[in-house]
């Protein structure tokens, strides 16, 4: 059985913060794909990055960071410097690499992030 | 490149009518995904197929609820005769192996 978990429901912060959104999954796969979406005001699905849990190297884009630690099953995302267009719900998802690749996506409960301006 | 197509983006129906909503995958991908997401169970995926052939439908609800691929290019999620209990926003998403999920902009369903 797979499960995410993001604790935190809500967070606000006031623009320019940074701020980070935890995500911590349990699974029995030895190898296994981590993601995050972005769910803006307007409903769609954004789909920001993609990790393999071979890799466990940082990574960043732009103003996003993903700190990946196997060793406490987390895989957290840093907003520097945040802008109100950071507003969104943001979900974290896992899914085994099985045989039919990226199947069975389960999704965490999501954070609604707040920007203040 | 074209992103997933879903259709409508927005149903009202009464209870009791059939309700079909319609996605158009990303060329080229194997996998298609239908997930439902509503405030009290979140994200979930009802059904999936791949190459056309469905995988696991283990998340449908109920009978009501049936799914469909005639092609690559297409899909169907059905459900007759809806319930009010069925209103929420339904997402497809598609993929290829080592590829993320992209999803459609999702169809909100009201059922009244």
């Known amino acids: 059985a797979q499960k995410v978990t993001q604790a935190q429901t809500e967070i606000s912060v006031v623009e320019k913060e940074d701020v980070t959104l935890d995500c911590v999954y349990e699974?029995?796969?030895?190898?296994?794909?981590l993601f995050w979406y972005k769910q803006p005001p307007s409903g769609e699905l954004v789909f920001l990055i993609r990790r393999n849990s071979f890799d466990e190297q940082n990574e960043i884009s732009g103003r996003y960071s993903w700190n990946f630690q196997k060793s406490t099953s987390s895989f957290n995302f840093t907003i520097t410097a945040s802008q109100v267009v950071d507003s969104a719900v943001y979900f974290c998802a896992l899914t085994p690499d099985g045989v039919f690749g990226n199947e069975k996506l389960t999704f965490g409960t999501g954070t609604r992030l707040t920007i203040i301006p | 490149d074209a992103g997933v197509i879903q259709s409508p983006r927005h149903e009202v129906t009464e209870m009791g009518q059939e309700v079909t909503l319609r996605c158009k995958p990303i060329s080229g991908h194997d996998y298609l995904f239908w997930y439902r997401q509503t405030m009290m169970r979140g994200l979930e995926l009802l059904i999936y197929f791949n190459n056309n052939v469905p995988i696991d439908d283990s998340g449908m609800p109920e009978d009501r609820f049936s799914a469909k691929m005639p092609n690559a290019s297409f899909s169907t999620l059905k459900i007759q005769p809806s319930e009010p209990r069925d209103s929420a926003v339904y997402f497809c998403a598609s993929s290829l192996k080592g590829v993320e999920e992209g999803f459609g902009q999702g169809t909100r369903l009201t059922v009244v």
């Open positions: 699974t029995r796969d030895t190898t296994y794909y």
